[in-house]
């Protein structure tokens, strides 16, 4: 199973809307890194709307990509963590410091324009 | 008292989901609202991952136990792996071996109410934690 990326401009989305498994969430990893790489994107947002579970693997997959894709030169931002995800995740001691994160994908958006001046 | 039980082995990584889905399911079943359905599904994620990366194999069960006055999902997570040297160590805050996130049994132990742990070397561990309905 693979996560579909669009690019719109200069950015590129992802609505994650399946179950995360270890595989596709790696998986997905690579194909965002490479996808930056093709089309010199400078931003990426990744919506969770739809994501009702994120453990510590799934996590650490998104940490990374983040800090991975800044070290290439694109700015990642995360939208729209659901109460219950994010209330899990503090409970289990995960805090993502240096993750950026916006309410919805229109916020994000918008504060990727902020941070990247365009 | 026990009155219902169903079980997930974990051999493989998609396992992993398969588990926690059957032990929302239940959860939703019993009546627990979302956020305490998050808890426990993330939860179980948490113990199949360890059953796949320490041990190779194992098993999830759930129990919808009953007290006097409320009811809750009772989750079982057995291996036969190499066990846990030292229990105090693996429950402190920060303790990783697999270089992950080091999230793992005390972040288990925060999302559910009961926690108990078994564990000897080379015949393996059993985990037995219990979310209780409010």
Known sequence: ?118 | MMNSQSCVTILKEWDIVAARQMGREIAKNIGFGTVDQARITTAISELARNIYLYAGEGKISFNIVQSLDTKGISIKAEDKGPGIKDLSQVMEDGFSTSGGLGAGLPGVRRLMDDFDIISEVNKGTTIVTVKWLR
């Open chain 1, 1 to 118: 199973m693979r996560i579909p990326i669009l690019k719109l401009h200069n950015y590129l989305l992802i609505s994650i809307q399946t179950e995360l498994d270890d595989h596709t969430a790696i998986q997905f990893q690579e194909d965002l890194l490479g996808e930056i790489h093709k089309t010199e994107a400078t931003g990426v947002v990744i919506d969770l709307t739809s994501v009702d579970v994120i453990d510590s693997f799934i996590a650490k997959v998104l940490g990374d990509v983040v800090s991975m894709s800044d070290l290439m030169g694109a700015k990642v931002v995360l939208t729209g963590i659901q109460p219950a995800v994010a209330m899990t995740l503090i409970e289990l001691g995960i805090h993502l410091q240096n993750v950026p994160t916006a309410l919805d994908l229109e916020q994000g958006l918008l504060k990727l324009h902020q941070e990247l001046g365009e």
